[in-house]
Structure formats: C-alpha cells, structure tokens
C-alpha cells in the first residue's frame, strides 16, 4: 500500500448524484468487497429499482437510505496501487451544510458536483466559498450527469464559465473542470469514450496524481496538551510536555519561547516511547523536555523565535461560518477553543455577512444558519493566533456554548 | 532513557501508519486534557489492544491515567480472557468488568435463549459509565467497519440515556475535538476512527503487539450456519443437519463467542495476515458477525440505544 494519504471531501446540491458518484468510484476502482456488493443488490431489489443503485454504498443511516439523500458526514478509507484515500462524503441539503463544512476543514482537495442539467446553483455557490474558506488547495469541478445532456460539449463550457465567475470572485485561483456521468461511470475511473471532445483525465485519475500544496514554512508551533509527570521510582523528577508540533520542525536545542508568558527555555530532549527525536517534524505527537523549570500548562504554545511571529492578543478579528439555528448577534458570549485553549468569549461586533447570490460582503447585525461572515470577538484572556491563511492549525477556532457545550461556529483568524 | 516498548522495525516504517498513530495519540491525550473520569473499553479483541498500546505510548513514562472496562457477555473464548488477565497484570492497568451475567442474574436485562448476547452488553455498559461517572469512554470502533460506523464523530457526545442522534451531530473541525457536555452526558470518543482493518495489522506487526492465539490460524473443530464458520462451544453446538470438521481456521474479530465466525486460513504470522487481509474481498463483520446481518440497518439501531 502506497504511504502517500490523500484527503479528498465531496459536496454537491441536492440529486446531484454524489453518493452516486462516490459509490461509482469505489466499485470502479474495484475497492468494493464481495458482500458489501451483494448487500448493495440485495436492498436495490427490495426497492425495485433496476440494477443496484450504488448510492447506498455510501447512505449508511436508515434516514438516508429511506429518503434517497445523504444526512450526514461518511467516511470511506480505499487505497489503489497509486495512493490512499479518505474521502469524505457530504451532503447536499442546505440544512446540513455545517457537515459540507466538516468534511472540508481537513481536506486537501473539494470535488465539488453540479448537476450538468442545473448547473451552477446557490448550494454550488456555498460549497465554493466553504471550500475557499478553508483553505482547500485543490478544487474539482465535477460536472455530472452528463449522461442526461447528450454528453455535450457546450452544456459543459456553460458550466465551467459560470463557475469560473464565482471562483474568481471568491480569489480561488485555480480549480479542474471534469466532466461525468456517475451512472454510467463515464470519466470517473475510466476515460470516457463518448467525451470526445475532452481531453483531460478521469476523476480517479487526477486524485491520484495531484500534489496538494503545502502549509507556508513557518517556525515551529507545539501547542501543549498535557503534563507528563510520571512521579515513579524510575522517572522521579520527569516533567514533559506532551503536543503535536502543529508547524514547522522542532529540533534538540532549539530556543524556544512559550506564550502567551514569554518565558524563554531551550529543547533539551524530543522524548517518544520509541527513543528519542533529533527533530520532530508538523503532525508529530511527541513530548519534550525544556532545560530550565519554567511554568507550562496545557494550553500554552511552544513556539521557535523567527519570522513570521505568532501574535498574542485578547481581540480577534476573524472570519465564521455560523453553524447552528439561534443567530449569532453582538454581546453574545461564549468559550473559544483554539489549539488546546479554551476561553471565554465576547462578540464585540458583526462586521459583515457574505451574500451567497452575489458573492460580496455588505453589512450585517445577525449572522444565521449557514452564513459567512466577519466578526471582532473579545477574550476574557489572550490566546496565541496565526493568520489562518499561513497556518490551519493556530488560525483556526471553535465558538463553543458555555452551557450545552455544542459548537456553534467555526472560526478563521483574518 | 530505557524505551518502554520495542522499537519498530526499520524496513516496516510506514509512514501513513505514523501518521494514524500520531492522530490517535492526538485525540486520546485531548481526552486527559479535556475530561475528569475517562475509561478506555477493552474486549481483547485486536482493535482495543491497538487502542490501549497507543494510550500507554500516549502518556509514556507516566502510566495509563485511566482504567480499562471490559464488557463481559459471558461468552467468551478462553484464550481471550486469559490474555486479558495476563496482559493486563504485566502492564499494570486497572480492569472493571462490567458482567452481561450480573445484569441478566438480577433482571436488568432479558436473555433470548438462542440469541447473541452482544445487545445485551448496552445496559451494563450504561449501568456502569453512570456507577463510576465515567466522562468520556474510549471505543476501538473503526470507520471503515460498518456503514453507521462511518458516520460517527472522533468526539460523539450521547445523552443522559446514552443514545446517539446521527442527524444532530456536532460538526467537528480540524483537529479541534469538542468535549464540552452537560452533566449526566457522556461522550463516546475513538481515536481509531480513520483506521481499517489493515492498518491496523499494519501496526501489529511494525510495533511488535502480541494479541490473542485465535487471530492466528489454528486447527478447531468448527460446523457451518448461516455462511459462517462456528466453533463448537459450550454455547454453540451443532443442529443434527451440521456437520462438524477439524479445519485450520482464524477469527478477524473476537466477539460474543455465540455470534463470532471463523474465516478458513492458514496465516500463522502477523505478516501472513497482513497478506491474507490486503488479499480479501469480503469485509471484516460480513464475514465474522452475525449480528450485523439481521437487518440494513441492525448496528445503526444498536448504536442509538447506547451501543458501542
């Protein structure tokens, strides 16, 4: 099995046949097992429909499966001889966009689907901006059902203009236009023969090649999650400080300084089960060592001095995708989880809200259900915050009810 | 420093493989950073010890801050709960057993005869998260394993009845696990979520993991029902129209012993098996469960009454 993992997430309209298209794609890249088919026939059957539908590859919940739509956020794990996947599919309706928002947060390509009789809809629209907003490097434009266009060039142009337009006013630079026909299987692991005039490659074949663009090198950042204290008669005065390095690389010896406190230190060891690490790369979970007995706690971040600096600050000016039915208004209060910091939160102000028929931002005083827009927030203490363009990980934030705990938005640091 | 555990071979260092680990690793310190009362569930079976091994590694050198339960059906195989004893000791881990027998000796449930009992496990389970004041209980629920399963969140909050609501779930961003509940909520967390089965022999064998004599194949005396092969136990016999037959077989997963087939094998060796696995065109509970072959939608139903 290939070692290279890619993260693909699908978002498309409602009917526009994605866990169809999805289900095309694991039978056709023959990732499907022997009884998983036969239970895809056996219950296609039970419906009366001709041939198996391999839509419920992927509908696993009785709701879904019964209404014929997507609900919820699947998850599917496949490897071909190039590559492993996890794709996650999501779903369509407007209601459940917080999942489409779920899906993309750690994905490094969008498929993004549009019906080839429709085009582009207002839910494509969205799907753009979410996907633009979080910063997935790769997007598709799958035109599908092209089958049900006559597998006409000039349906597809149409579409890809139109998408093109929305693109460039949500400054996404670049995205790969593809034509399909998810029933059919047209273009999505095998080259369509009845797409003559397309000349790029299919579906599959583009997962498998594309190298996703990275995270901008940044000095390293560790947010600590725990105090290693194991107080045993073999480690009596151990104290480590347990994290994933969340940029850059963090090496033995590196100076170091830890915020939001200021106090300097250096890394006197990179310690795993395993032995110990000249240097722990981003995505590493490692505990290390400092060489002087400084105070941290959970919640801190470890950072390497060095452009671009990390700024430590009570006031956020940020980005949100609301996510839930009460809207969000001025002086409401919350908790803020960012890395492993969780604070209490003032909303100051909603700047703006970004129309998803016009693509632009005008001034709002309530966000609500599935918008886009720009916040300033307050905190009861600083956190420590990078541009989310420059980095995922320290750019990124929950907006958390204090009493039921649910998450209400997902937060950008501008 | 002396490494605790044995170091992974060079030529096995896959690099996707440290990456699952270190996402596991992630979330399962999130829930010491996040929680009071955590419990890790431990069957023996290959996914929970896969789970508990990364747990020690997680807080490596203290030890495990948490204790391991085990919910008992009863049915179990000896060569399991012999591991689970002896395992278990030699690492220090404390174990709460949470007994399908007890709930079913003072009528907290009731017994089908005939039937498996692994949905009886949901009370106990329930029973004893609300005994203890367990906050946060981690399950070696993969993804991949099931269609319901797939939809599960990393962090999945259940009610004061423990149930999951698929269509009212929390979103949940990057890698910011919220664990924020209400008292008498619990939630249910899985740090091996993006894991499947290969991986996770993947990681058996890099690591080194030792995991019960029954996932390798052995020679047993088994009969055929429902497309499954069955051990003859003290809880399974054959009906007079099966035929039993001495057969090298292995188990892909360890359950219920009423409702757990065999697959035909001859994979002695871990690597034999990663071999075997890559090589299967049938998926892991089609061909060992036959509880999730009752219905469509049998684990989905399971899952929101409080099920693992």
Known sequence: ?414 | MTALLPHPSRDLDRTWLTDLEDEAIHIIREVIGQFERPVLLFSGGKDSIVMLHLAMKAFWPSRLPFPVMHVDTGHNFAEVIGYRDRKLDDWGVKLIVASVQDAIDSGRVTETVGQTRNPLQTVPLLDAITSHSFDAVLGGARRDEEKSRAKERVFSVRDDFGQWDPRNQRPELWDLYNGRHRIGEHVRVFPLSNWTELDIWAYIEREGIEVPSIYYAHDREVFERDGMLLAVTEWTQPRANETVRLQSVRYRTVGDATCTGAIASTARTVSEIVTETAASTVSERGATRADDRASEAAMEDRKRQGYF
């Open chain 1, 1 to 414: 099995m290939p070692g290279e993992l890619l993260r693909v997430v699908t978002a498309g309209s409602v009917d526009d046949g994605k866990s169809t298209l999805v289900g095309r794609l694991l039978h056709d890249a023959k990732v499907v097992l022997v009884d998983q088919m036969t239970a895809v026939e056996l219950a296609s059957e039970r419906r009366g429909y001709d041939g198996a539908d391999l839509a419920l590859l992927v509908d696993g919940l009785r709701a879904e499966r019964e209404q014929g739509i997507t609900i919820d956020v699947a998850y599917r794990y496949f490897a071909t001889t190039k590559r492993t996947f996890i794709l996650a599919d999501t779903p369509g309706h407007v209601q459940y966009t917080r999942n489409t928002v779920t899906g993309a947060s750690t994905a490094d390509v969008a498929v993004i689907l549009v019906d080839a009789r429709s085009g582009v809809v207002e839910q494509t629209k969205r799907h753009l901006a979410v996907a633009s907003l979080l910063r997935v490097s790769e997007i598709v434009l799958a035109v599908n059902k092209m089958d049900l266009v006559e597998y006409r060039e000039a349906v597809f142009d149409r579409i890809v203009t139109d998408f093109a337009a929305a693109a460039s006013n949500l400054k996404v630079d670049h995205f790969t236009p593809i034509p399909v026909a998810a029933l059919t299987g047209d273009n999505v692991v095998e080259r369509s023969t009845r797409m003559d005039w397309y000349s790029g490659r299919s579906l599959l074949d583009f997962l498998e090649r594309i190298e996703p663009a990275l995270d901008p090198d940044l000095p390293a950042r560790f947010p600590v999650q725990i105090v290693i204290r194991p107080r045993t008669v073999e480690h009596p005065d151990y104290r480590g400080y347990a994290g994933r390095v969340e940029a850059g690389v963090l090496r033995r010896g590196d100076a170091v300084r830890v915020l939001p406190s200021g106090r300097i230190s250096t890394v006197a060891a990179i310690d795993t089960p395993n032995g110990q690490l000249e240097f722990a790369p981003a995505g590493r979970s490692v505990t290390i060592r400092l060489s002087d007995d400084v105070d941290v706690a959970r919640g801190d971040l470890i950072v390497v001095d060095g452009a671009p600096a990390p700024l430590v600050t009570r006031e956020l000016r940020a980005t949100v995708c609301w996510l839930t039915d009460r809207p969000l208004r001025s002086g409401d209060r919350f908790r803020i989880r960012h890395t492993t910091r969780d604070v209490q939160a003032i909303v100051d102000a909603i700047e703006s809200r970004l129309d998803i028929t016009t693509l632009a931002s005008a001034p709002a005083t309530e966000l609500t259900l599935n918008d886009i827009g720009t916040i300033r927030i307050r905190l009861a203490e600083p956190i420590v915050v990078d541009p989310y363009e420059i980095n995922r990980s320290t750019g990124a934030f929950l907006l958390v009810e204090e009493t039921s705990g649910a998450t209400m938005a997902a937060g950008l640091v501008s």
